[in-house]
C-alpha cells in the first residue's frame, strides 16, 4: 500500500465507519468497537476473510494466518481525525505486509 492510495484508503474506511457506528455512552467500549468495524471494513473491501473479537481491553483479529491484538491503549480516539487516520494508516500496512 503505497503512502497516497494507503492514505486514501484509510480515509474511505473511516469516514463509512463513522456513518455506521453507533456510540455507547463507555470510551474503551466506544474506542474497541469502532476500531474493530473498522477492520470489518477493510476486510470486506479487500474481499479477504478475518475472525474479529472485541475483548475487555483489546480487539482480536486473525488475518492470513496471522494473529494480531490492539489494544484499547494504543488506539487513539477516533474523534481526533488526524491522529486516527495516521494509526489506521500504520496498522493497516503491517497488515498488508
Known sequence: MDD??????CELIFAVALEQYK???YEIDNKLKFF???LKLFVEMR?????????????KFKFRSKSYAFWV???P????????????KSQLSKLLD
Open 47 to 59: 474481499k479477504e476473510k478475518a475472525i474479529i473479537e472485541v475483548k475487555t481491553v483489546n480487539v
Open 73 to 75: 491503549f494504543g488506539i
Open 77 to 88: 480516539n477516533y474523534e481526533d481525525r488526524n491522529l486516527y487516520l495516521a494509526y489506521l
Open 36 to 38: 474493530a468495524l473498522v
Open 4 to 9: 497516497e492510495d494507503g492514505y486514501e484508503w
Open 23 to 25: 456510540p455507547s455512552e
